[in-house]
């Protein structure tokens, strides 16, 4: 195989964009075959043994998880350009059952937030954080919520190549129009920069960051992918539908929703305490 060189990956990136892959995700498996080439020496060829080398690397400097979202960029390039002998498989691992508390926003931390948010009078990012935790949507999904979809109540988003109805609650709409009215915002999305572009993931983090700061709350359990974890698991306390709330996630598998939902350990501890068998 010869080694990566610059054209390969900008064709890598023509090839995912004609794919219809989300931009979120170009930029990933491009990032990711980046880093891989910045560790390879100058003119190196990729052989399988190289590659499984750099695995061997990754899988003491990181968790699996993390680490097979790089093979998979790595396999999608090696995929592209016909080097199959040049791919690996995932590392194995056990189904986690408990779920970290330590890097899950809970909600005492979501009010601390709030409160702050309102304190400081950053009212985007308070009913930002209000909509995120309140439908569930991805950071994403966030442009598609627009003045217009406040005066139907519901909104459809294109979340991973699928498209699903969100409905907004009556209060929800409600502050969003005053919050839109008292910011001139009379069309499109509601969540906008300076500028009048949509916020994205990188606008997002670091408004929350800097939140944490002054709220005294971790800022490694605040990104905004927490928000629709922290939904689901609210909507499952009550509800205890997890068909229901897949497809509100808008996930094709409930196995994916189950990642949501899953219990702490100290919870799992309460309740084998509860059945009172040891006497």
Request: aromatic fraction near 8%; include cysteine; glycine fraction near 6%.
């Amino acid at each position: 195989m010869p080694s990566i060189q610059a054209h390969h990956l900008a064709a890598f990136r023509r090839h995912l964009q004609g794919r219809e892959r989300r931009p979120a995700t170009v930029e990933k498996y491009c990032r990711e075959v980046r880093a891989f080439a910045r560790g390879m020496k100058p003119g190196q060829v990729v052989t399988k043994e190289l590659v499984l080398a750099w695995k061997a690397n990754q899988a003491r400097r990181h968790a699996p998880g993390t680490v097979n979202g790089k093979i998979a960029a790595l396999n999608a390039f090696f995929d592209f350009l016909h080097w199959a002998d040049c791919r690996v498989k995932p590392l194995r691992r056990q189904r986690e059952l408990f779920r970290d508390p330590g890097r899950e926003l809970d909600k005492g931390d979501y009010l601390r937030l709030l409160c702050t948010a309102k304190k400081t009078e950053n009212w985007r990012l308070y009913y930002l954080m209000e909509t995120l935790a309140s439908t569930g949507v991805r950071v994403s999904e966030v442009q598609y919520i627009t003045v217009q979809s406040l005066q139907a109540g519901r909104v459809w988003v294109e979340g991973k190549g699928k498209d699903r109805l969100v409905l907004l609650t009556a209060k929800l709409c409600r502050v969003l129009s005053t919050y839109c009215r008292q910011k001139g915002i009379t069309s499109g999305p509601v969540f906008v920069t300076r500028t009048g572009r949509p916020l994205d993931r990188s606008n997002i983090w670091k408004e929350l960051q800097a939140l944490c700061r002054k709220a005294g709350v971790e800022g490694k359990r605040v990104f905004p992918h927490n928000f629709r974890h922290l939904f689901a698991r609210a909507f499952y306390s009550l509800e205890k539908d997890i068909a229901k709330l897949a497809d509100l996630l808008g996930h094709a598998s409930v196995e994916t929703t189950r990642i949501y939902i899953m219990e702490s350990g100290a919870e799992h501890k309460r309740q084998v305490e509860r059945l009172g068998l040891i006497l």
